[in-house]
């Protein structure tokens, strides 16, 4: 189970920082996993955001939150984040969490097999 956090409403050039825990069976071993960060605007196709190993810290992000984006992730607590500066309106979205049982970064949709629910951030102008 993947259950994110810290979605809310910001005004433009804020801060937020979303959460994903992974709990459960499938990710007790949870080295083995990639976690990601999409999102989804109103009326557009889901989009990579970031993903990072949960092994050797590599990450990969999408070129329009190069900079401004950070992911993380805390082995001990199963949990993966999202710092995200300098917000933007059209950073409004709902982020979703997601993981892929591989070592290796991947940044479409496809390739990941566990989803959460989502969470909304809206970012004011």
């Known amino acids: 189970q993947l259950v994110e956090s810290g979605g809310g409403f910001v005004q433009a050039g804020g801060s937020l920082k979303l959460s994903c825990a992974a709990s459960?069976?499938?990710?007790?071993?949870?080295?083995?996993?990639?976690m990601g960060w999409f999102r989804q605007a109103p009326g557009k196709e889901r989009e990579f955001v970031a993903a990072i190993t949960w092994r050797r810290d590599y990450t990969r992000y999408a070129d329009s939150m190069k900079g401004r984006f950070t992911i993380s992730r805390d082995n001990a607590e199963n949990t993966v984040y999202l710092q995200m500066n300098s917000l933007k309106p059209e950073d409004t979205a709902v982020y979703y969490c997601?993981?892929?049982?591989?070592?290796?970064?991947?940044?479409?949709?496809?390739?990941?097999?566990?989803w959460g629910q989502g969470t909304q951030v809206t970012v004011s102008s």
């Open positions: 997601a993981a892929r049982r591989t070592i290796i970064l991947a940044s479409s949709i496809n390739d990941y097999e566990y």
């Open positions: 459960g069976g499938t990710f007790s071993s949870a080295s083995n996993y990639v």
